[in-house]
């Protein structure tokens, strides 16, 4: 077997080029995850424009999550083929320029077609964006950099989110998703400007066997396949809850207007300095206990967001946001240390398994909003973290 040595053209901290590729990882996470979540806010204006239930209005982000669940698992092939670089900016930009043509569809069809799209060309951006850094940032400012793009990321989600609520209740959906589209070809721009070129990138075509036999060997690993049920859990409780929340805040007894629903977002700020204070903590606990730990406080705040009182309800929320991010932190991190071969594979059949639960859990999660309002979103939510309560107990043995 032969040994890769890094290549010395590799970007070394402090550099410009360095720099460059800091910000250019910001732009890019906070790029792709404004593109994805920015329809949550919009899901009761879907429904009350078009006529369509809860369930079917969170499919324009659900059938996306899915769509790109299944697509993250080639978009590593297909760089390895075509580039790192190349790839994740023809995805900026189509995600982008398919945003804009969202903004002009007539009807329900036309903007779930755009949406499905938006799940295959969005999957050129996670996935690529590991590989680049690994591939052409030195190894001691690969975590750095790695991090940059989560906080732009995570930023992203809430910024998408709050953007789109507000403008929707100042002008409408519409006008809100025009922005956002345009924005996105702006950021698209300025990535392909500043982010610097793969030199250390080697064109290969892995064949659909050794793919199979990798991936094959990763679901005969049981902590691996348990890890990737617990991103399934949690990604499906926590997008679940936001989904639905926003139908409550907007009915009675809250009343809350679309501008005001749009800054409940901001709320997710409680959660992006959850993986760095998990992360301190490693040292001195297990990761399983760690993570039950996150998975109690989203259950703690579950219950806080029961009783009809907004401040119970915010507080919840951010109790549910720092859970669920800490422990998807924990999560993640534990199948990148517990493969011991193709962890970038792993990586993906991670997040197939986490944004599918996004998927079939917050479309579900309409029947139970409809079934039984926000008592139903909260009975199912609490279910799936209870089993993933379980699977972490289980893991404690590891």
């Not at 204006?45 to 698992?73: H, K, N």
């Not at 938006?118 to 750095?144: D, H, K, R």
Request: aromatic letters at 10%; a positive charge.
């Amino acid at each position: 077997m032969t040994t890769q040595t890094r290549s010395p053209r590799v970007i070394a901290s402090g550099t410009p080029s360095f720099r460059r590729t800091r910000l250019a990882m910001f732009v890019t996470g906070f790029t792709f995850f404004t593109l994805l979540y920015f329809v949550q806010a919009l899901l009761p204006v879907f429904s009350a424009e078009f006529g369509v239930g809860p369930a079917d209005s969170a499919l324009a982000l659900s059938g996306t999550t899915g769509v790109m669940a299944f697509a993250l698992v080639l978009s590593g092939v297909v760089s390895d083929r075509f580039g790192r670089k190349a790839i994740m900016i023809a995805s900026l930009a189509s995600s982008s320029a398919l945003t804009v043509a969202m903004a002009a569809m007539g009807d329900w069809a036309g903007i779930l077609a755009v949406r499905v799209l938006m799940g295959i060309s969005l999957s050129g951006v996670q996935a690529v964006a590991m590989a680049y850094l690994a591939e052409e940032v030195e190894p001691a400012a690969f975590g750095v950099s790695l991090g940059l793009f989560i906080s732009g990321s995570a930023l992203g989600g809430m910024a998408g989110r709050l953007v789109a609520g507000v403008l929707a209740d100042v002008f409408d959906w519409r006008v809100a998703t025009l922005v956002l589209g345009v924005a996105g070809l702006a950021a698209s721009l300025v990535v392909a400007r500043i982010l610097p070129a793969s030199r250390n990138f080697t064109r290969s075509a892995p064949g659909l066997g050794a793919l199979v036999s990798a991936a094959a060997a990763h679901l005969r690993e049981p902590v691996l396949v348990a890890l990737f049920a617990v991103g399934f859990l949690m990604m499906g409780s926590f997008v679940t809850s936001f989904n639905y929340v926003t139908y409550r805040l907007l009915a009675p007894p809250f009343g809350l207007s679309q501008f005001e629903v749009g800054l409940v977002f901001l709320i997710y700020l409680v959660g992006i300095p959850g993986s760095t204070i998990v992360g301190a903590l490693l040292a001195r606990f297990h990761t399983a206990t760690l993570l039950a730990a996150m998975l109690c406080l989203m259950l703690a705040g579950f219950a806080a967001s029961v009783p009809d009182v907004l401040p119970a309800v915010l507080a919840g929320l951010a109790m549910l946001s720092f859970g669920f991010f800490s422990g998807h932190a924990l999560a993640s991190g534990w199948v990148s240390r517990r493969a011991a071969r193709n962890r970038a594979l792993a990586a993906s059949l991670y997040l197939f398994t986490y944004y599918q639960g996004s998927s079939v859990v917050g479309y579900l999660g309409g029947f139970a909003w409809q079934g039984a309002a926000w008592t139903g979103v909260v009975f199912l939510a609490t279910g799936l973290v209870l089993a993933a309560l379980a699977i972490a107990a289980a893991l404690r043995r590891v």
